[in-house]
């Protein structure tokens, strides 16, 4: 991944833990934190709809106490976060079962985006009036990259993780969380680090990181190569060692198995250029970095995520399973 740093952080000035919340625990106010609890239940699960559905879940929870029992909660953003990140544990435990039987490769849902990206910065020029409601806030921690080591995590990994190393809760704060001790926590998060710095290219350990511009030209170039169906530029885009792997869930063509090398990917991309052909290539912004989205009748059938070394593109994600598309369809038209 490039430049992983694992202390990144959605930027929350005013940790649920340490905000003074009013007496009378008024509507707007509990509902005010609802932006924050999704850009933590996006980061723990990496699908957009589940984590709304577990937000909402913890919503139904707090009307669901008595108003004396309201009364009694100290923090209630506090109480909302503990109970969302309880929900999305019980999630990720259930999920690797569920994934037992999942077709092919998966890959996090990709968050839907209205923007073009410009020289590779995320909020580009909008393509339709901006949703009023930017759901999760970009960072480090949602592009694809990370989110697919946290995947490879284990369920209380993942959770000690983002809630101490990405959230800054306290180690005793996570172990309320997920039923373990601070020192068990702490070596919890110390594991996640282990795979995040594991996740490092071992082609190129030292390589610089890729610039913002750079991201962007490079995405670009790849984007032309594969319209002219020019091989040998998309051998030069690619490094050596590159990988791509694709969601199709069962419910849409895809490459059952990690692709490896950048030849063999600039010529299986090569093979798919006729199939491209009716669909429409639209630079869009993927998890805050700049990606492609195909689109067929209005509809995305494709959503592409890179990741980058140095002058070369490292690795593509490409997410074709419609039921993670719904919201792009909807969202990035």
Known sequence: MNNP?????????????RAAE???????????????????????LGSLADAEDVVQEAYVRWY??????????????????????RICLDQLRSARVRRENYVGE?????????????????????????????????????NMAFLVVLDSMTPAERVAF?????FRYSFAEVGEI???????CRQLASAARRRMRASHSPAAPTAPATPAARRAALVRDFKQAWEAKDIEALIGLLDPDATA???GGGLAAAAP???????????????????IAHQTLLERTVNGQPGLVLQEDGVTASVLAFDFSGDRITRVWAVRNPEKLRTWTADAG
């Open 178 to 184: 997920v039923g373990r001790t601070p020192a068990a």
């Open 64 to 85: 669901a106490l008595s108003p004396q029992a309201q009364q009694a909660v100290e923090a209630p953003g506090a109480w909302l976060s503990r109970v969302t990140s």
């Open 5 to 17: 740093n694992p202390l990144e952080r959605a930027d929350d000035p005013n940790p649920p833990e």
């Open 106 to 142: 998966w890959i996090p849902e990709p968050l839907p985006d209205r923007t073009e990206w410009a020289d590779g910065r995320p909020g580009g020029r909008s393509v339709e009036p901006a949703d009023p409601a930017d759901r999760v806030t970009l960072d480090e921690s949602v």
């Open 22 to 44: 009013h007496p009378d625990q008024a509507l707007s106010v509990i509902r005010s934190e609802q932006p924050r609890l999704i850009n933590l239940a996006y980061r723990l």
């Open 162 to 166: 983002i809630l101490h190393d990405v």
């Open 257 to 275: 198995h990690p692709i490896a090398g950048g030849e063999q990917i600039a010529h299986y991309m090569g093979s798919l250029t006729e199939k």
């Open 245 to 247: 792997l694709a969601d």
